[in-house]
């Protein structure tokens, strides 16, 4: 049998790829178990009117790849955004001023795999003049939702890799622009190389069982992240850890950015179901 070798060298290339010119742009290795491709995601609708057409448009533009497809389905309506195993939640709501735009949040087990998914983007800046604008809107849908399969920023230096997954602006002079509202094919081929193995199990459509001191939690800032573990040498990127004991933890992994605008993912996990 040929697994263990293939296996070696893709756990080689992995771990060289980001200091090489090909980078890997996996979000930590983090991926849905699935036994077949492509893979039907359910993504919970639960925006309002001023936000479902960059919804609509992000599902139709990530569904392109070759390996998963969304369907949007009833949300659940929850202030918070409750996560829904097996699914992603997609919310928007006045959530303060908090230093985000947008936030994505996957829950892991088993050490890999997710098991749901939550964005949230922020109506107390895009309500303002500077994010309420289409291209604007469109890249962080787009951007939060691809963190939920397992995508990591493509670039944060602010440039534009006509990329959602990097950190260009499209807001003041750029707020015409619309470079950086979708993806691009690095990120399909990313998606690509992240699902291209198959499990044995999936985590697609099960109940995932919940430390019950993780649940509903609201992570708006950093007083509720838990401690700064890791902060970039430019001090644009940290993240952040709450640990729950038992090798249950939060990771909260920040942008910062000028002008207030932060995007922020955090990810939970890994679980021990035998808790
Ligand atoms: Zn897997
Ligand atoms: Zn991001």
């Not at 930590?28 to 359910?42: D, E």
């Not at 094919?185 to 019950?212: F, G």
């Not at 573990?229 to 952040?240: H, L, M, N, P, Y």
């Amino acid at each position: 049998m040929s697994w263990t070798p293939r296996r070696v060298i893709l756990a080689l290339l992995v771990i060289a790829s980001p200091s090489m010119a090909l980078a890997n742009h996996s979000w930590g290795g983090y991926h849905w178990a699935r036994t077949s491709n492509p893979f039907t995601l359910k993504t919970g609708d639960n925006v309002d009117s001023n936000w479902q057409s960059y919804f609509d448009a992000a599902l139709s533009d990530w569904t392109s790849s070759s390996v998963l497809n969304l369907t949007a389905v009833t949300g659940t309506s929850n202030k918070h955004c409750s996560a829904v195993a097996g699914t992603i939640q997609v919310c928007n709501g006045r959530y303060g001023n908090n230093g985000w735009l947008g936030l994505a949040s996957i829950s892991i087990t088993g050490g890999t795999h997710i098991t749901q998914g939550t964005v949230k983007v922020n109506d107390t800046y895009f309500d303002t003049a500077t994010y309420n604008n289409p291209n604007e809107r469109r890249h962080v849908m787009c951007q939060e939702i691809g963190h939920t399969f397992g995508l990591d920023h493509q670039s944060t230096d602010g440039s534009s890799q006509d990329t959602c997954m990097d950190y260009f602006s499209n807001t003041g002079a750029n707020a015409g622009s619309t470079l950086s509202t979708r993806p691009n094919a690095h990120d399909y081929d990313e998606l690509v190389t992240i699902y291209t193995h198959l499990d044995s199990s999936t985590t697609v459509k099960s109940a995932a069982v919940m430390p019950p001191a993780m649940e509903d939690l609201v992570l708006d800032g950093p007083g509720q992240w838990g401690r700064e573990i890791e902060r970039s040498e430019d001090g644009s990127t940290s993240t952040f850890e709450l640990d729950f004991g038992h090798g249950n933890k939060i990771l909260t992994f920040v942008n910062w950015a000028d002008g207030g605008q932060a995007d922020v993912e955090d990810r939970s996990g890994p679980r021990d179901p035998a808790k």
